[in-house]
């Protein structure tokens, strides 16, 4: 059963920058892609960004295009989240993702993602 963990999560003043870390661990090799996906209170779960195992192809929710980046660690199975320029509108807990291939949905739609980490809270102060 693959397992996704998530650290790095915190407090910082807005223009600040933070780093999640997500590791995956057993039986891997069956997923797709990768994404983080955010919550913030009393909103749905958004879409932020992903990226592929093979080929490193991602995609970025326009609302942190240029100032987030995604990338990944293919021998140490874990994926990265560099976010830059942060808003207290980036404020949520963050969630890692796992996908097992297409399944009918949207890179962008949570029911692609058949694996899901705890989350880690991101708080942006203004």
């Known amino acids: 059963q693959v397992q996704l963990v998530e650290s790095g999560g915190g407090l910082v003043q807005a223009g600040g920058s933070l780093r999640l870390s997500c590791a995956a661990s057993g039986g891997t090799f069956i997923l797709g892609a990768m994404a983080w996906f955010r919550q913030a209170p009393g909103k749905e779960r958004e879409f932020v960004t992903t990226i592929r195992w093979s080929g490193g192809i991602t995609y970025y929710a326009e609302s942190v295009k240029g100032r987030f980046t995604i990338s990944r660690d293919n021998a140490k199975n874990t994926v990265t989240l560099q976010m830059n320029s942060l808003k207290p509108e980036d404020t949520a807990v963050y969630y890692c993702?796992?996908?097992?291939?297409?399944?009918?949905?949207?890179?962008?739609?949570?029911?692609?993602?058949?694996?899901w980490g705890q989350g880690t809270q991101v708080t942006v102060s203004s």
């Open positions: 993702a796992g996908d097992r291939g297409y399944n009918g949905h949207s890179y962008y739609s949570p029911l692609r993602y058949s694996y």
